[in-house]
């Protein structure tokens, strides 16, 4: 056990240490994804199958995903120019060691620390899949309320944000015009500006009108 | 006898463990034992499934063949059965090329990643009765954390290669992996609801029972069904085949996030592809059809491994005939399917999967549900049809 969480410990560490110097910015997400997998492999040598599990599969999966895009879509990627030091950077060193200190007083003063009968080995201490919904479903059922419904809240709320770009940008930026009031659809944006297309509109409203069934489209799909 | 042609493979194994550990110093036996276990159950399954990946190349050529008036690779071996021997071999002896812009570390990992992250998903398959590398208690979610894990991959091939179309691939490559990501998890939800457990083993065990000499398969239920169908259609778009390739996209992006690729790393994506398709037909069978069970209780002499991987080639014959038959999809077309059809009516079988659980056993749980089941499509591809805005060339008319 010992050298092993040696291993992953160095290994979570030092990717989360690159992760904060690349001078890349992609180089960066994927050492911080290298460092939330060292941080799931922590989480499976304590024998939290499932919490490991969907660390891996939420953060290298789908946060480490999320960053990349989030770099791609702001910024050129061409440019690695970022700064190694921001502007303050001890104000920042001041507040993790802080949030450090705090937890390590925390963990330190409480009750697992400090029981004496310690198990030798943390084999037992496997926690089922099955153990862990019990108790969410159980003792933990309010918050896992309230989280679902924040997440659905934070869902919805995307999705009105995206919508309300969609009305206010979608109709044909590239012409320079805004788009009038509520024609365009949801989603996919149509270009909705009838002097520049009166043949389509022609051709396509005569089939529309004839029940739309017949159409050289194809139905179903 | 049938038992023991059915336990053939598991009894060597122990055999064969048993006499390799029996060379070792007797402080070391508890040691060896389980270093052999491990590593005959690992290459074990590697050989299989590198075997099949290639005998699964040369069948989807001669099936895309048929299918486009054609004959496929006929000149190696008999039949041209040999022809994945011929192309690995080419593969090994190709010059590496890697472009002087590309960054070679990243250029470097991600074909090797994505290959231990798919080889990972294999050790929770059963592909027999008691033949399983790993039980793990949380089986299905190593399976789906293995394949979220490969995804960065993608990304890390497409950008590490500093070349356009490989970038536009890797970002169509995420964002069609991320979306039907989504509904191919919550497909499987259901099945876990019901057997209430994560373990692989555990969800077959719970399809092996047989009632009136039908085998109590998921895929036999309108939600285990609806379940199957999700799922397959979110495992092709999740393995990035046809109809579904749009990241490889040859007409529009050379090749996708692998244009930069070439000699054996090339051979890597190739593999990490098909093994992925086995992998999650593996799943499919699993989940839905039985894992290793017979469908018929007069059946269950056959042994069970035999039966696993007959169904697995079903459905690799399933995943080619849609490549050689179904054309791609648009970018938009593939968002808004997997957004607005498939995620609704994996959320709505989550639903039926409660439903009857707690209905009471009879044909009135069984037209119920499935009454749900076809409504909810109904409505759904009805709205899906309705709502889709009308396609206005701008140039193309």
């Known amino acids: 056990m010992r050298p092993i969480f040696l291993f992953l410990a160095i290994l979570t560490v030092a990717g989360a240490v690159a992760a904060l110097t690349a001078r890349q910015l992609v180089h960066g997400a994927l050492y911080l994804a290298g460092a939330f997998a060292g941080l799931a492999l922590l989480y499976l040598g304590l024998g939290a199958q499932f919490v490991g599990l969907v660390q891996i599969l939420v953060y290298v999966g789908a946060v480490a995903i999320l960053i990349v895009f989030a770099i791609l879509l702001t910024r050129s990627s061409e440019s690695p120019q970022a700064q190694r030091w921001g502007r303050a950077p001890w104000v920042g060193l001041g507040i993790g060691g802080l949030v450090f200190g705090a937890l390590a007083v925390a963990i330190l003063n409480s009750a697992v620390t400090q029981s004496p009968p310690w198990p030798a080995h943390s084999v037992t201490m496997d926690a089922t899949v099955a153990q862990v919904g019990r108790s969410l479903m159980t003792d933990h059922v309010v918050a896992l309320e309230a989280i679902g419904l924040l997440l659905t809240a934070a869902l919805i709320g995307g999705a009105l944000i995206a919508l309300d770009e969609g009305r206010r940008f979608g109709g044909a930026p590239e012409l320079g015009e805004n788009s009038p009031d509520g024609t365009v659809t949801r989603g996919m944006p149509e270009p909705s500006h009838p002097g520049a297309l009166p043949r389509s509109e022609g051709d396509r409203g005569g089939g529309a009108h004839a029940g739309g069934h017949g159409e050289a489209r194809g139905g179903g799909a | ?397």
Not at chain 2, 74 to 87: E, I, M, T, Y
Not at chain 2, 224 to 230: E, I, R, Y
Not at chain 2, 309 to 318: D, E, G, H, P, R
């Open chain 2, 1 to 397: 006898m049938a038992e023991t042609v059915d336990q053939i493979f598991v009894l060597l194994k122990g055999w064969l463990v048993s006499m390799l550990a029996g060379w070792c110093p007797p402080e070391w036996q508890e040691t060896a034992r389980a270093v052999l276990s491990a590593a005959i159950s690992v290459s074990a399954m590697l050989g299989v499934f590198l075997l099949l990946f290639g005998i699964t190349t040369v069948l989807e050529r001669k099936g895309l063949g048929r299918i486009q008036n054609r004959y496929g690779p006929n000149r190696v071996g008999p039949w041209g059965f040999l022809q994945f021997v011929a192309d690995g071999i080419k593969a090994l002896i190709k010059e590496d090329v890697v472009p002087r812009a590309a960054d070679r570390w990243v250029h470097f990992l991600a074909p090797i990643v994505l290959l231990v992250c798919v080889i990972a998903t294999f050790a929770v398959l059963p592909v027999g009765r008691n033949m399983v590398p790993v039980d793990l208690d949380a089986g299905i979610l190593f399976f789906f954390a293995a394949g979220a894990a490969s995804e960065l991959t993608v990304f890390m091939a497409g950008w590490a290669s500093r070349n356009k179309y490989s970038l536009f691939g890797a970002m169509r490559a995420i964002a069609q992996m991320i979306s039907y990501e989504v509904p191919l998890i919550l497909s499987a939800v259901p099945v876990v609801m019901i057997v209430g457990s994560l373990s692989t083993v555990r969800v077959v065990e719970a399809q092996a029972v047989y009632a009136g000499g039908w085998a109590q398969w998921h895929a036999f239920t309108p939600w285990g069904l609806a379940g199957l169908v999700l799922f397959l259609i979110a495992a092709t778009a999740e393995m990035n085949r046809s109809p579904f390739d749009l990241p490889e996209g040859e007409s529009e992006l050379v090749a996708g996030y692998f244009t930069e690729y070439s000699g054996f790393k090339f051979a890597m994506f190739f593999i990490a592809e098909y093994l992925g398709m086995l992998a999650m037909s593996a799943m499919a069978v699993t989940l839905f059809l039985g894992g290793w069970s017979a469908p018929f209780a007069f059946l269950t002499w056959v042994p069970s491994w035999i039966w696993f991987f007959a169904k697995l080639m079903m459905l690799v014959a399933l995943f080619i005939w849609v490549r050689g038959t179904v054309p791609r999809l648009r970018m938009d077309q593939l968002m808004n399917f997997a957004w607005k059809f498939l995620l609704p009516m994996a959320l709505i079988n989550i639903g039926v999967a409660g439903a009857w659980h707690y209905l009471a056993p009879g044909a009135g749980r069984w037209v119920l549900t499935a009454g749900v089941v076809l409504l909810a499509y109904h409505g759904l591809s009805r709205s899906f049809a309705l709502r889709r805005p009308k396609r206005v060339y701008r140039y193309a008319d």
